[in-house]
Each structure stands twice: as structure tokens, then as C-alpha cells.
């Protein structure tokens, strides 16, 4: 019996038991609120809840709710389609009552919607939201979204299933779940090679390449016995790797393409040499080589290059300080990138990162560019300035920061409670701002909540960006604390540990979507924007009830005997323009 033939037949028997269904289609899971609401909505019977929870429609149940069966609920959503008004309202009950839900149940959930829908450019919105969950498994490393793949895209229709994003969202879960080399096989590259191009994993197997740039091309070979530059490379069937000419200026640039390399075989590609060849591997890193780079990793290291790579000149020291300036401002894109990574990683922005990258660049240029006089040619030049970076950052973040150590009570906690000292006490962020760098980064398991009370139950501990001081106040410094000072310190310790528990209290009085705004704003770190698209609201309204919830939580907060300033400094503090 095909799913239209079973709901046919049932829908002649117990009517209302197939509206309601078609009613909850759009959603996911069907949790006892939304089955009910969508009930008295239809003015259903109450006995039709349940003949719909134990019906033959249902896949499986448990008490926090039941999932319809793909095929049927596939046919209820075409059913409830044909109605456009009713789809309108079924679909804003599901936005309503699942707010609070996890985004990946919420996409999908857009998804099924989008998917009957008849907006005009509703293939180009799916497109969309399926690209922001590949970006999201990719970029930040959401391992969650790779599982929510694997299971909700075999369910999703047949149209949807074959977009392009739909494709390389599939093929990117295999790599993480599976670890298939062979899951980009069916990509078409041509089409697909631009958004394909970074989805491999960081910690999937990699292999060796040895790339040699020659008179009229470059030659690519899976033998790490074979001469010239080596480049780990995701260990995939075929290996595919990206290639982009770099022409010398003034000339234009070749149009790159993806090349794939068999087991046991060298690739040549032939183009012009003039300048250097750009390669992208599927985990997204990025080697370029040079012809200037070639001749200075000679002039470096005096060893001859492999048979067959291009001749190399020695440079006099004029002719050095030439090339070293070329290769600094041909790399300087790549600079720009990795310094304003490592800062965003760090959670710098703004002008603090803007200084770091300013510095960087001055530390490199600096005794008539040392730092690239130093590169010997045993890696990607990229690689070596990746290092060099890195090195810099660290450098910079101790002379900015002094040397920052966690304190006895953090290490005891564990990582977490590390995290969270060195986010608020070293770099300066409220406490909801550490909360929300810390779970955008996928570094913890723990809730909100429970990461509060960790910070709870760390010391009150003035560490930061030391202040500088003048010669009075040095002299009214005294070297040892007293009783008393010991007293306050663990008095505040004990009065930070209230205000937590104490602001989590109030946000939990709060209506349910006061709550999951409240959430986005100072958790998620969401602008109003955004949280306006993502919950359906206007905008210009959302930002006076921000105010308004801020202003109400403080009211909170000082009833409970906290001060207005301890909670400005510490949790709630909106720095929007």
C-alpha cells in the first residue's frame, strides 16, 4: 500500500485524526504542546491526540513526543500544501512552539517547509540554509551537524536531495562519520570544486604529495620518494587538489581547476611559470610556490634542486632585498588572513586586532625582512609564515598581557574552568560573552548554566592587561595583603557566587521567547538582526524590547541584593551600535 493509498484509507475512518496529522507534518518531532495546540486550533476531540500518537503513522514515540513516519508524513505535507492558508499557519505554530529548539531541528524543520512551499525562490532559500549548516560543520568544527546530516537528509524529498548543497553537505558527514575517502566521488567538480574545496576534516588522514615546478608546468607525484616541495595532502581516492596559476604582473592570472591524482601515479599539468602555482587541498590549506621563492630557498640553502626543475641564478645582496620585498607584498594577502584568524580565534576584534596585525606586519618587514631571510625551502612558503605568525601572536598577547597563568582553583576544575578565567580575567569579556566564545568554538559540553556556576566557583581574581601606574600610586602599594583584604576577597567571591545563580533565577522568569531572545543576544552572540530573521520578527521593535528585558533583569538582579554596577560589569552589558 503506497502512503497515499494508507492515508486515504485512514482519513475515511477517523478524518480528524489525518487533519491533525497534516497540521504537525512540518515538525520533526510532534512534543505533547505543539500536538495540543494544533488540536484545539483544529477543534479536534481530546481522544484525537491520542489516536494520532498510537495510530500507524507513527514511526516511533516516547513520552517528550513522536516522530510521523518519512513516507506518510511526506504525503501529509503534500495534502496540507494544497491549502496555503492552513500551510501558513501550520508552519508559524511549528516556528512558535519549537523557538527554543536546537538550530539543526529548527533548519530542518525550515526545510520540510520551504519544500511544499510555492514562494518563488524557495529552492534558493533551502540552498541557502544548507549552505549555513556545511559552513557551520566546516568553519567551526559543529560535529553535531555531520550526525543531523547523516540521518535528516535521506528523509528530506528527492528535489531537495539533489541540490548541489544537499550533495556536498552529504559527502562532508560521510568524511566525519565514516571516514570515506571515496565520498566525493560522485561530486561533479567542474560544478561543485568552489564549495568542495574545504570540507574535508582537520584531523582526517592525510598523505604526501611531492609538487615540482618545471619549465612549463608543474608535476604533481604520489610518491614521497620523488623530488621536490612536499604537501600533506587529505588522504582521499583520488586525491584531489586544486590548481591556480599565478602569473607575474602585469600578466593575467590562468583560470584554476581541479586536478585528481590516482593511487601510484604523477599528475603534470602544464601553464605558465612566470610567476608560481597556487595549490588547494580538500582540507582547505593553501601552498603557493614560487619561482622567488624557489630562487630564495637556493640562495639559502646552497643545495641544487631535483632534475628537471627550473635553474636557479644566486641573487647579490640588492637583488635579494628586491625579491624579499616582492615575496612579503605578494604574500601580504595571506598575512592579513592568518594574523586576523589567529586574533578572531582568540577573541580579539576591532582595534585590538587591528594592532596585532599592524605589529605582525612591522615584525616581518623589520631588519630588512629577517624573518623571510630565514626561510630555507624544507616547506610551503604559507606554512613557514603560518609558524612565523603564530610565534608573533604569542610573543605579542605576553608583552600586551603579561604572562597569564590559571590560578590553583581553574586547574583543579579542569579546561573549562581555565577557559573561562582566561576569557574574562586576561582578555576582558563579560562573563555571558566567555559563555558564548566558548560554545560557538564547540570547546564544551556544558550548558549555560552550568558553566556559570563554574565561574562561580573560581576566585575573584584581578588578573588582566596589567594597568600602567604612576610614582604616588606605586608608593601607597603595600606588599602584603591584610586579614581584612583577605576577608573581602573571599566575601566577593561569595557575593559573585549569589549573583549567578541569582541571574540565571530571573532569566528564567521570563516568558519563553523573552528567554530564547535573551539567549541569542548575550549567549549566542547574535546581532538583532539576525535575531529578527531567525525568529520571525520585526526589527525595529525587537531592539526596544531588548531594552526593555535588560531593564527588567536588572530590576531583578537588584532586588535580589545585587548591585547595578557588579551587573553591568559582569553579565549583562549590550554593546551593539
Known amino acids: 500500500m503506497t502512503p497515499r493509498e494508507q492515508v486515504g484509507q485512514l482519513y475515511e475512518t477517523a478524518p480528524d485524526v489525518v487533519r ?3 497540521e504537525v507534518s512540518l515538525a520533526v518531532l510532534v512534543d505533547p504542546a505543539l ?22 503513522l507513527v514511526k516511533s514515540s516516547s513520552p517528550s513526543g513522536f516522530v510521523i513516519l518519512p513516507e506518510i508524513a511526506a504525503e501529509l505535507r503534500r495534502r496540507l500544501a494544497d491549502d496555503p492558508g492552513r500551510l501558513r499557519r501550520a508552519r508559524r505554530r511549528v516556528a512558535e512552539a519549537h523557538a527554543g529548539y536546537p ?25 541557502m540554509r544548507l549552505r549555513s549548516a556545511l559552513a557551520a560543520m566546516v568553519r567551526d568544527g559543529r560535529e553535531g551537524i555531520a550526525s ?13 536531495r539533489v541540490l548541489e548543497s544537499s550533495r556536498i553537505l552529504e559527502a562532508g558527514a560521510r568524511l566525519r562519520l565514516d571516514r570515506d575517502g571515496r565520498a566525493l566521488a560522485d561530486l561533479d567538480w567542474a560544478a561543485d570544486g568552489r564549495d568542495t574545496g ?12 611531492r609538487v615540482r ?7 604533481l607525484a604520489r610518491d614521497d620518494s620523488a623530488p621536490g616541495h612536499a604537501v600533506m595532502v587529505p588522504w582521499t581516492e583520488p586525491i584531489m587538489l586544486e590548481v591556480e596559476w599565478l602569473a607575474a604582473a602585469p600578466e593575467p592570472a590562468a583560470e584554476r581547476r581541479w586536478i585528481g591524482i590516482p593511487v601510484g601515479s604523477t599528475a603534470g599539468v602544464p601553464g605558465p611559470v612566470s610567476g608560481g602555482v597556487r595549490l588547494r587541498t580538500l582540507g582547505g590549506t593553501i601552498t603557493e610556490v614560487w619561482s622567488t621563492e624557489l630562487r630564495l630557498a637556493a640562495a639559502s640553502r646552497r643545495a641544487p634542486l631535483g632534475p628537471g626543475e627550473r635553474p636557479i641564478t644566486p641573487l647579490n645582496p640588492r637583488q635579494q632585498q628586491r625579491e624579499l620585498e616582492s615575496l612579503f607584498v605578494q604574500h601580504l594577502p595571506f598575512i592579513e588572513r592568518m594574523a586576523a584568524k589567529l586574533t578572531r580565534d582568540d577573541g580579539l576584534f576591532g582595534d585590538e586586532a587591528d594592532d596585532f596585525v599592524s605589529w605582525a606586519k612591522t615584525r616581518l618587514i623589520e631588519d630588512d625582512y629577517a624573518a623571510l631571510r630565514r626561510f630555507r625551502g624544507e616547506s610551503a612558503l604559507t606554512t613557514y609564515l603560518a609558524a612565523v605568525l603564530v610565534s608573533l601572536y604569542r610573543d605579542y598577547r605576553i608583552a600586551e598581557s603579561g604572562r597569564w597563568r590559571p590560578s590553583a582553583e581553574a586547574r583543579r576544575q579542569g579546561p573549562d574552568a581555565i577557559a573561562l578565567e582566561r576569557l574574562v580575567y586576561r582578555d576582558g569579556h563579560t562573563l555571558l560573552e566567555a559563555i558564548s566564545v566558548l560554545r560557538s568554538r564547540g570547546e564544551t559540553v556544558r550548558t549555560e548554566r ?3 556556576q563554574l565561574f562561580a566557583r573560581l576566585p575573584a581574581s584581578p588578573r588582566g592587561r596589567p594597568a600602567p601606574v604612576d610614582e604616588e600610586t606605586l608608593s601607597d602599594t603595600r606588599a602584603l595583603a591584610t586579614a581584612d583584604e583577605v576577608i573581602r576577597a573571599e566575601e566577593a567571591d561569595a557575593e559573585r557566587a549569589r549573583m549567578v545563580e541569582a541571574l540565571w533565577r530571573a532569566i528564567e522568569t521570563l516568558p519563553h521567547e523573552d528567554q530564547v ?18 525568529l520571525r520578527l520585526e526589527q525595529k521593535p525587537l531592539y526596544r524590547r531588548l531594552e526593555r528585558l535588560l531593564t527588567r533583569l536588572r530590576e531583578l538582579l537588584e532586588a535580589a541584593g545585587i548591585s547595578q554596577d557588579t551587573v553591568r560589569n559582569m553579565v549583562l552589558e549590550d554593546e551593539e551600535d
Open 517 to 534: 531572545v535573551v539567549r541569542m543576544r548575550f549567549m549566542e552572540g547574535l546581532s538583532t538582526a539576525d535575531i529578527a530573521r531567525a
Open 148 to 160: 543531523w546530516a547523516a540521518r535528516a537528509l535521506p528523509s528530506f524529498p528527492i528535489s531537495i
Open 20 to 22: 491533525l496529522a497534516e
Open 198 to 209: 574545504w570540507i574535508v576534516p582537520p584531523d582526517f588522514p592525510q598523505t604526501t604529495l
Open 450 to 452: 552550568e558553566l556559570a
Open 103 to 127: 538550530p539543526s531541528l529548527r533548519l530542518e524543520e525550515d526545510v520540510l517547509w520551504l519544500s511544499v512551499s510555492r514562494e518563488p525562490d524557495a529552492t534558493a532559500e533551502i540552498e
Open 213 to 219: 615546478l618545471l619549465e612549463d608546468g608543474v608535476e
Open 35 to 56: 500536538l495540543r495546540r494544533a488540536r484545539l486550533d483544529l477543534g479536534a476531540g481530546v481522544g484525537t491526540e491520542a489516536d494520532l500518537w498510537f495510530s500507524a
